[in-house]
């Protein structure tokens, strides 16, 4: 049967002031009117249910993330600490496998825009046919909307049917003259949006993941803690998918966005004529191209371009739209009364 | 003996949202910890008392600002509607040579940020003793520290004596190439400071100011409503001073302000490395020339220059330095309901 794994990392920086470790961004409703994380189970909705939807997330969001989430509370996998996506996606993979010898695993983030969500269900049904049929582990590529530079782009291969190819090769943050020479050549974005069949996950870690694979009996012994303590942080595509001649690529046609920085929300909100984007209170006058986020006050904008300007949790915030994408660098400079928010 | 007249108007809108009607920028600690009204009388301890100085105020204020400047009652004149300059100082002129016939008048603003007390006392000990000595009406013109364009020029004329020169003409708000050429001719900023004796001005008035001259028969009876019915609005300078004969201009060589927009508040407070002006919680980060005023959150400003970010009433304004100057343009776009500030 078909289980889907939903990872729930992040730290809750990017959108800081408004996210925090305690609410990150896949709780907080910055695509819409209800957070990331609801709409991604929701999306799977006549596709995958909840009794076979797993997530895994850390200890401080795990129960905050059952109860929104509406899921039983065994399928909420607590990871002690954070690995990268291998660990958390093997160890996923290997539970359903326990509840479903023959488990089919689509895995996804919780904190993705997907503009359509019928396609969206349409082609992960198909990554998933696929992964079986052809016993691969199988990327689903986004069509690039822009020359993104923070993403890994997937440079397709030779067909294997008539929906999906063999993996030439991938290419991790490019450039922006690489990632414009990879979209004319029709690279397509790696989503993290994958399928595999439980057994060919697992066969495939212990032939090319020695980060993980040795850490494996952990799990059988029920001491997901010492399985933690054992691996190596490594993602999936990295740990895993670069290095498995086993994988295929199947095109996936429809807006998607990981809603990374604030900036990202003019690309999921609807825009004024002013292609400004505004959340809550506010008033824009000779303004264009600015993103504003109001949790309380009036926020009024004057003669101002490509701005983001965000009220939150007793926070103000105003940068540039192209600082958006370095708020870490802001936040390590903060000190730490002004940064830390207790809610 | 020597009177001070201070004139009290103005809306409140420039320094929106943290002034209001009720709490224009005269009574807000722009450019220090108190206001520029308690400021404007305390500049004047040892020239002119507390019981000699005259405040022309409207209805909403004149309570507050007896109170905060510590005047007797009776030297708070309610001017029934706002009038411009010219009947507002010609009645409180008539006033003070009621209780004091030989009054001469000191009469100045109560929105201005001074740099050196002492020699703004001394200037104007100068020019009342002028205005005794020489008989006439004599305007105290600042040495411009820039070709603002928003202020008046006084162009002076031939020498009096040591102190004080007629004036040659007046020349109100120039563009800034007119700005340049009178800086660089030796023209000098009408400040609004001036000094004259009662029986002077009111013989000036009768001869120059057809605009209020035949309202003052009002004054005498006592109907100072009247008189506000009867007048036609004007200011001092075009009503008075620039018609008539008996002008004068004395220098004055200290710092002066009359803190028009929020971009003033960079010439009147100390600035940071990066030359930004912070009032209240805020952090600068990567950040140079801008204004931060914050009464409640902590403001962060990331990669920011030259802007000007207000928390203040329940409001955040955000603008270019550059768009202070108009902020009547953008009050009156704003809606009611944020332009309005109830306290």
Request: charged share 20%; aromatic share 6%; proline share 8%.
């Amino acid at each position: 049967m078909r289980w889907a794994v939903l990872l729930a990392g992040g730290s809750g920086t990017r959108f800081w002031p408004l996210s925090t470790p305690e609410n990150p961004k896949q709780l907080l409703p910055l695509a819409g009117s209800s957070s990331s994380a609801e709409d991604s189970v929701e999306r799977l909705a006549g596709l995958i249910p909840r009794e076979r939807t797993l997530v895994v997330a850390g200890p401080g969001l795990a129960g905050k993330l059952q109860e929104r989430l509406k899921l039983p509370a065994d399928n909420v996998l607590v990871e002690p600490r954070p690995a990268s996506t291998a660990p958390a996606l093997i160890w996923a993979t290997w539970e359903a496998q326990q509840r479903d010898p023959s488990a089919e695993v689509l895995s996804l983030h919780t904190d993705w825009a997907v503009g359509d969500a019928a396609a969206f269900r349409r082609t992960a049904d198909t990554a998933l046919a696929i992964a079986r049929r052809h016993d691969r582990l199988v990327t689903v590529g986004m069509v690039p909307s822009r020359p993104e530079t923070g993403y890994g782009y997937i440079v397709p291969g030779t067909p294997l049917d008539d929906a999906a190819r063999s993996v030439a090769r991938f290419s991790e943050k490019p450039d922006a003259a690489t990632a414009l020479d990879l979209m004319a050549a029709g690279a397509l974005w790696n989503s993290g949006l994958f399928a595999w069949t439980a057994s060919r996950l697992l066969a495939e870690v212990a032939s090319h993941t020695p980060e993980v694979a040795p850490a494996l009996p952990a799990l059988a012994e029920g001491d997901v803690g010492r399985f933690f303590r054992e691996v190596t942080p490594i993602s999936i595509d990295v740990g895993l998918l670069e290095r498995s001649g086993a994988v295929a690529v199947v095109r996936g046609d429809f807006a998607w966005d990981d809603v990374g920085t604030w900036q990202a929300l003019a690309r999921v909100r609807p825009k004024d004529p002013g292609g400004n984007v505004v959340v809550g209170d506010a008033v824009l006058h000779d303004s264009q191209d600015c993103v504003v986020w109001s949790d309380r006050d009036p926020i009024v904008l004057y003669g101002v371009q490509e701005m983001v300007v965000v009220q939150a949790n007793g926070r103000i915030l105003v940068m540039p739209a192209e600082r958006a994408a370095s708020m870490k660098q802001l936040l390590d400079a903060l000190p730490p009364a002004v940064r830390d928010i207790t809610q």
